[in-house]
């Protein structure tokens, strides 16, 4: 291929995968030695979740195919079924488009069936953020089958680079660079206090909390009775609380989730529930808060860099890499509260994230202007660390 510009094609599915594909994005739009394009899917798409797609819009990205995929319901069956539409979109975009390599991060169902039709199709994949580890939920499974499909492999941290590499990864294609979303931290002017009032039409109280719960699809107890619990717990610290939640993604009983929030912020004055506030206001919401609380990544990424600490509740994020401003606790009304008032009397001092530390774009686009002829990633060797097993 010479130096002719490649194709990258950056597949995203959800809100917070964007706002963690954006700085990446934005280096790969601006050199010369990249044609970017990108696919908006899943979620992105539908109304129930903010039509964020337009997110990606606001942000000065073209969107180049759109592939709808979620159907209506709230089950494993749902999920799976959704798969499959969406292979059969992204076979048809790739097709047209006819990407060098496409770029996908993470773990969510989306990615997996871009992945398996990339695939079939021969066309190499860039994995972001793999090797880390969830256990609390399919998306740790996901994670690692898309690895496998992978042949270029960005990772944030040391000890994600050694599992993809126990997984047969040849060590030349696996790069510890980083998580991408605390570029755009790091880059970001955050929104002042008063004005972020304004805007989400929310007053900040004596003490605030953001709140993000998102389903732990591996537990044997119902998300909707974990939620309950969590929503007990917060309903118990009374008015002087400000409760900023942010709904739940896409997965199955996501939506019997978001039914049980909404009526919580009904019936409390001093909550609000929003689909989705986008990067910079997310990011501003939680500057401005006093603690993080949930289960959603964002809590362990981008919450040590601000000096936020992190209630982090149930399994979903367990085998996580985790800053000392991260508080475990299980689903216990009790145990939740008492993670809280120790997160919020201790005081915080300088935090190393252990996710990155900002710079994780240019490394990543560095690393890309090398590959000269991406089909020859292709073929692959599997690379055994145990030397008796040869």
């Known amino acids: ?14 809100r917070a995968e964007f706002g963690l594909l954006r700085p990446v994005m934005a280096l790969l ?10 696919i908006a899917s899943a979620m992105h798409l539908v109304p129930e979740f903010g039509l964020t797609y337009r997110e990606i819009e606001a942000a000065g990205f073209d969107i180049d195919a759109k592939v709808e995929m979620l159907i209506a319901g709230d089950t494993p069956a749902a999920a799976a079924k959704s798969m499959g539409i969406g292979t059969m979109g992204f076979a048809d975009a790739f097709s047209r488009l006819e990407p060098d390599m496409i770029m996908l991060l993470g773990d969510r169902f989306e990615a997996l069936a871009a992945a398996s039709t990339a695939t079939v199709m021969g066309i190499p994949i ?5 090797g880390d580890v969830t256990e609390g939920a399919f998306d740790d499974a996901i994670r690692h089958a898309i690895t496998k499909m992978s042949h270029l492999h960005f990772v944030a941290s040391k000890e ?18 980083g998580d991408p979303g605390l570029d755009g931290l790091r880059q970001m ?3 002042g206090r008063k004005a972020l009032e304004r805007d989400i039409g929310f007053r900040f109280r004596h003490k605030n909390l953001v709140v993000t719960f998102h389903p732990a699809t591996l537990d044997r107890i119902p998300s909707t009775k974990q939620f309950a619990t969590v929503l007990d717990a917060l309903d118990s610290l009374g008015p002087d609380f400000g409760l900023i939640f942010t709904k739940p993604n896409a997965d199955p009983q996501g939506r019997a989730l ?5 009526a919580f912020v009904r019936d409390h004055p001093n909550s609000a529930a929003f689909v989705s506030l986008g990067q910079r206001r997310y990011l501003s919401v939680m500057a401005q808060c006093d603690a993080v609380v949930g289960n959603s990544s964002s809590g362990l990424l981008e919450a040590p860099s601000l000096g936020i600490p992190t209630i982090n509740i149930g399994s979903r994020q367990n085998g996580r890499l985790k800053a000392k401003t991260v508080y475990d606790c299980s689903v216990d009304k009790a145990g939740i509260v008492r993670a809280l008032r120790k997160a919020l009397s201790g005081r915080i001092g300088k935090v190393d994230n252990p996710h990155g530390d900002g710079h994780t774009a240019p490394r990543i686009i560095r690393i890309l202007k090398k590959v000269r002829d991406p089909k020859s990633l292709l073929r692959k060797s599997f690379h055994n660390l145990n030397r008796s097993l040869v």
């Open 189 to 191: 002017t955050l929104i």
């Open 258 to 262: 978001i039914v049980m929030l909404d």
């Open 160 to 177: 994600s680079g050694g599992r993809v590499r126990q997984m047969g990864e040849e060590p030349f294609r696996v790069h510890v660079v």
């Open 126 to 130: 860039i994995h972001l953020v793999g």
């Open 29 to 38: 739009k601006k050199d010369s030695a990249f044609d970017l394009q990108v």
């Open 1 to 14: 291929m010479g130096l002719s510009r490649k194709k990258v094609c950056v597949v995203t599915g959800t």
